[in-house]
């Protein structure tokens, strides 16, 4: 199946831990993004990449970080200088000025 | 940054209405894409339409990039086009996302 994948789907963290979401996508696609959604909002950027080895930072991209080793892998690391972390995860893909393509997300909850 | 709006926030329709949602944005971009989530969350996406007008079955769009608005037509609405649609918007890939507009359709 061709598409994007998120693991898990589920996340529980302690607070002072820092936790990794994966995305992997198989579609070829250069371009790869991390989005946060609170409840009842939009999504918000918090990085993204454009080309393998490269990645900017989106508008809250603080307490996060992220690597891109590999063109179509994008994992995400909430690090525990993130406040407030609970929230739901959205990753996707796209081509270069083309649709993107979003996996089904991860929900992190700090207990 | 930009700034993207959409209006109306809410909208509840009859099955078999026809509806109108819109997307304002601050800046020119390059790229201008509207999206479904389904109420597990899912992001589908539904148009890329950085200018010009494209349908697709029941729905819609247009792009009046020179005016920084695009318009999404949804036609005989169904109970399964309960959602929200997601307007995003960027000068690039780098994409920014409205508020959304929760539709709900009753039968």
């Known amino acids: 199946d061709g598409g994007i994948t998120q693991s898990p789907k589920y996340l529980f963290r302690k607070e002072g831990q820092n936790v990794t979401l994966s995305c992997e996508q198989n579609?070829?696609?250069?371009?790869m993004y991390w989005y946060r959604q609170d409840p009842g909002q939009g999504l918000r950027l918090i990085y993204y990449?454009?080309?393998?080895?490269?990645?900017q930072k989106g508008d809250i991209a603080e307490g996060y970080s992220v690597s891109r080793e590999k063109k179509e892998s994008f994992p995400l690391t909430v690090t525990s200088a993130q406040k407030n972390p609970t929230a739901f995860y959205l990753c996707?893909?796209?081509?270069?000025?083309?649709?993107?393509?979003f996996g089904q997300g991860t929900r992190l909850t700090v207990v | 940054g930009i700034q993207v709006e959409q209006s109306p926030p809410d909208l509840i329709l009859q099955e078999g209405a026809n509806s109108t949602l819109r997307c304002n944005f601050s800046d020119s971009v390059n790229n201008l894409q509207w999206f479904h989530q389904n109420p597990w969350g899912q992001l589908i996406n539904l148009f890329y339409?950085?200018?010009g007008t494209k349908q697709n079955g029941r729905l819609s769009a247009t792009t009046v990039a020179t005016e920084r608005y695009s318009l999404l037509y949804i036609s005989s609405s169904q109970t399964t086009d309960s959602g929200v649609y997601f307007c995003a918007v960027g000068p690039n890939n780098d994409m920014r996302f409205g508020a959304g507009t929760r539709l709900t359709v009753k039968p």
């Open positions: 996707a893909s796209s081509i270069d000025q083309g649709k993107a393509f």
């Open positions: 579609l070829n696609h250069d371009a």
């Open positions: 339409i950085p200018s």
């Open positions: 990449s454009q080309i393998v080895n490269d990645f």
